[in-house]
T-cell receptor, first 116, second 111 residues
Framework: DTGVSQDPRHKITKRGQNVTFRCDPI?????LYWYRQTLGQGPEFLTY????????KSRLLSDRFSAERPKGSFSTLEIQRTEQGDSAMYLC??????????????FGPGTRLLVL | SQQGEEDPQALSIQEGENATMNCSYK?????LQWYRQNSGRGLVHLIL?????REKHSGRLRVTLDTSKKSSSLLITASRAADTASYFC???????????FGAGTRLFVKA
């Protein structure tokens, strides 16, 4: 396994701009998660995919946030009209539904977003 | 909102000592996991304990789970400087796919 990768690792943007992050999960992992983490806090769940289906979405995910996993492999998280409060680390994780312990999530290094 | 709450928020010990951190949660769970996060390696899974288990060991780690008190503890024995990190408990409920992390315990092990 090559691990979960995320791109970019850092993003600085101006308020009001749109940003898109990419996550490549571990090969054959059919579960994919997005989290947001702010300084001094634990990761906050944003959304969950099983294959290409988005099965759960947090109320934290406002209409400005959207996530896709079109072919059940990589995923993108887009934030429209960014606000300063969106500044955070965005983490992606993956797991395999059929491999014990299937609840274990493997995290990527994260994308750190700064909105000016 | 964060279901798990770790205690203490921060812990500083000498190398070789044991470190104990606690996690409390609010709703029924299927399992509880502990993760470690440091700047070098990001978030790494440590151990998982299921709701029908009471204790689990993995190397220098010992996890207990008390579902009647909705609490868990993580014990790290013979700590090393490399154990310096933030430790999070994470739970998922009996329905849905959401995993909820606590705010973490920051452990500092002095050499």
């Amino acid at each position: 396994d090559t691990g979960v990768s995320q791109d970019p690792r850092h993003k600085i943007t101006k308020r009001g701009q749109n940003v898109t992050f990419r996550c490549d999960p571990i090969s054959e992992h059919n579960r994919l998660y997005w989290y947001r983490q702010t300084l001094g806090q634990g990761p906050e769940f944003l959304t969950y995919f099983q294959n290409e289906a988005q099965l759960e979405k947090s109320r934290l995910l406002s209409d400005r946030f959207s996530a896709e996993r079109p072919k059940g492999s990589f995923s993108t998280l887009e934030i429209q009209r960014t606000e300063q409060g969106d500044s955070a680390m965005y983490l992606c994780a993956s797991s395999h539904r059929d491999r014990e312990p299937y609840e274990t999530q493997y995290f990527g290094p994260g994308t750190r977003l700064l909105v000016l | 909102s964060q279901q798990g709450e770790e205690d203490p928020q921060a812990l500083s010990i000498q190398e070789g000592e044991n470190a104990t951190m606690n996690c409390s949660y609010k709703t029924s769970i299927n399992n509880l996991q502990w993760y470690r996060q440091n700047s070098g390696r990001g978030l790494v899974h440590l151990i998982l304990i299921r709701s029908n288990e009471r204790e689990k060991h993995s190397g220098r780690l010992r996890v207990t789970l008390d579902t009647s008190k909705k609490s868990s503890s993580l014990l790290i024995t013979a700590s090393r400087a490399a154990d310096t990190a933030s430790y999070f408990c994470a739970t998922d409920g009996t329905g849905g796919f959401k995993t909820i992390f606590g705010a973490g315990t920051r452990l500092f092990v002095k050499a």
